[in-house]
């Protein structure tokens, strides 16, 4: 319990919390199917806090759009439910957007240009991959389909591109953030 | 002698190849045959488990470029981050946003001020969720009831099947509160060491070298299976009972360290765990106490007419700060903080009268 914490309740009242009704009305618009709706949301809280704890986050507001999207896909598929037909349409970040998410203070901003300078060493296809399906929110499909190539491929290429990322963190001293 | 074991393992970046891979299939979700195969893979080496938890967190970590570009408004752009592209070169345009927002947030800001009641509703549901949801570490109640806490920077998978509840360790430390089912054993795997138990409750703690098992309630049955010992014999150890504390050093023959904790030992082990406090029209003076015997920081009434005041709330331990908002923003407290240990809350109206 320490000051840091205080701030850390402040920010998510703050900057957090003004997102939950439209993050819910979104959930439930577009997932009619996850029952669980309050659990969904407090995970993605639960997982913003973490993130925000160990580092800067660009967008919160994008951060739980796109985690909760990617656990409601996650939770369709364990269901066996189809998914709305619509779903492979969605861009969760186009919608509400009127107001810009604030950002994190710019002497964090150290921590996010790494994490894009990682992304910018990339081979061009596996920079496109990632940027798709992490600063956009994409599925792995969705991903495909967008760059006219195969789901494997996208796993693939994703797969040299993370083993790269993880090589330029240990290069630029990124690693020490792991290990809590 | 050391030398020749590492022979019959994969070098460092085959592991880091695969775990990526796997990484990969995670995120799309595993089909029924992946996940066996995934298991498997990860009993196969102790090390596939520190792999797979570093590739996971990497893939996480840039969950925070999420949105990046929607301060731009565009269009979905798979060249958005291309060599050349407008992020690019110590990032002059990534700057003007980081200076834009803050004005966008004080027209926010500006928005909500003009609506006063939209403000205060917004302060008051606001509060009542940073209860909930603040400093908590994370629990996860299972299909049976039984509860699993992370501590901070666990990673645990879950894998229920009708024969067993199988649950495994692969980063940092939890916590067990199983469910009684005599008819399906519990079992936390964590680099190749298993902890079995009916009913009960325990701590596991993956280090760097060894895992830490302490049982805080019933008995739990310790077995180490045959990745760790090289005569492929499961080895069996007798059966660990409330206060036991077993320590399995990984790597070459495992070495099982058996002790005794005692009560307040105990505590301090597991004192991570934030409890959930349940408080039935408790006076403060009472709740007070509660919060000091479990956090570093301790709080304090400035007012005397503070100590008789009754509340009826339920709140985690370590959510300290999350109940003195709550007795400000609802309850007309004030807090003072004095320096980073000590809290003081006084009554907001006395003071104003003063």
């Known amino acids: 319990m320490s000051p840091q914490n205080v701030e850390q309740a402040r920010w998510f009242v703050d900057e957090v919390l003004p997102h939950e009704a439209n993050l819910r009305s979104w959930l439930r618009a577009r997932f009619p199917a996850i029952e669980d709706v309050d659990d969904m949301v407090q995970e993605a809280f639960t997982r913003l806090l973490k993130a925000h704890d160990s580092g800067p986050i660009a967008n919160p507001r994008a951060f739980l759009f796109v985690t909760t999207r990617n656990m409601a896909l996650n939770q369709l598929r364990h269901m066996r439910y189809e998914r709305p037909p619509d779903a492979n349409e969605v861009d969760p970040l186009s919608i509400a957007d009127e107001v810009n998410s604030p950002l994190e203070s710019m ?62 963190f240990r290069d630029h001293g990124y690693l020490a953030h792991f290990k809590t | 002698m050391n030398t020749s074991s590492s022979s019959n393992f994969p070098e460092q970046p085959e592991i880091e190849k695969a775990a990526a891979n796997w990484t990969l299939r995670l995120d799309r979700g595993l089909t029924a045959e992946e996940q066996d195969k995934y298991s498997q893979w990860l009993s196969e080496d102790p090390r596939h488990g520190e792999a797979i938890a570093l590739c996971r967190w990497g893939w996480d970590e840039f969950d925070r470029l999420a949105g990046l570009q929607t301060t731009q408004h565009a269009k979905i752009d798979p060249d958005l981050l291309a060599p050349g592209n407008r992020f690019v070169r110590k990032s002059p345009i990534l700057k003007f946003c980081f200076a834009v927002v803050p004005l966008a947030a004080a027209f926010a800001f500006m928005a909500v001020a003009f609506w006063p009641e939209h403000a205060e509703k917004q302060s008051v549901f606001a509060s009542k969720s940073a209860i909930e949801l603040i ?44 469910a009684k089912d005599p008819d399906r054993p ?116 400035g007012d005397s007419s503070l100590a008789d005041i009754r509340f009826s709330n339920y709140i985690w331990s370590d959510n300290l700060e999350g109940f003195v908002r709550l007795m400000e923003s609802n309850f007309g407290m004030r807090a003072e903080w004095h320096g980073s240990s000590e809290i003081v809350l006084r009554d907001a109206g006395k003071n104003q009268a003063r």
């Open chain 1, 107 to 168: 002497a964090k901003e150290e921590e996010l240009q790494q994490l894009i300078l990682a992304i910018q060493a990339l081979p061009n296809r596996c920079r496109q991959v990632m940027t798709l399906r992490k600063i956009y929110g994409l599925s792995q499909k969705e991903v495909a389909s967008r760059l006219g190539i195969s789901v494997h491929t996208v796993e693939a290429q994703g797969s040299i591109g993370l083993r790269k990322c993880i090589e330029y």
């Open chain 2, 135 to 178: 400093a908590r570490l994370e629990q996860k109640t299972l299909a049976d009831g039984s509860v699993i806490e992370l501590n901070r920077g666990a990673i645990a998978e879950v894998e229920y099947s009708p024969e067993a509840r199988r649950v495994r360790l692969i980063h940092g430390e939890a916590n067990f509160t199983v």
């Open chain 2, 186 to 301: 519990f079992i936390v795997n964590v680099a190749g060491v298993d902890v079995c138990a009916v009913g009960t409750q325990f701590n596991v703690r993956l280090k760097d070298d060894a895992v830490d098992v302490i049982v805080s309630e019933g008995i739990v049955r310790l077995a180490t299976s045959k990745i760790l010992n090289s005569a492929s014999d499961v080895l069996e150890e007798p059966l660990l009972e409330v206060g036991h504390r077993a320590v399995v050093k990984l790597g070459g023959t495992p070495k099982v360290n058996r002790s005794i904790l005692s009560p307040s030992d105990m505590d301090r082990e597991l004192g991570w765990q934030p409890r959930m406090l349940d408080f039935d029209d408790t006076p403060m003076s009472e709740i007070v106490l509660e919060f000091n015997r479990r956090n570093e920081v301790q709080l304090k009434l």
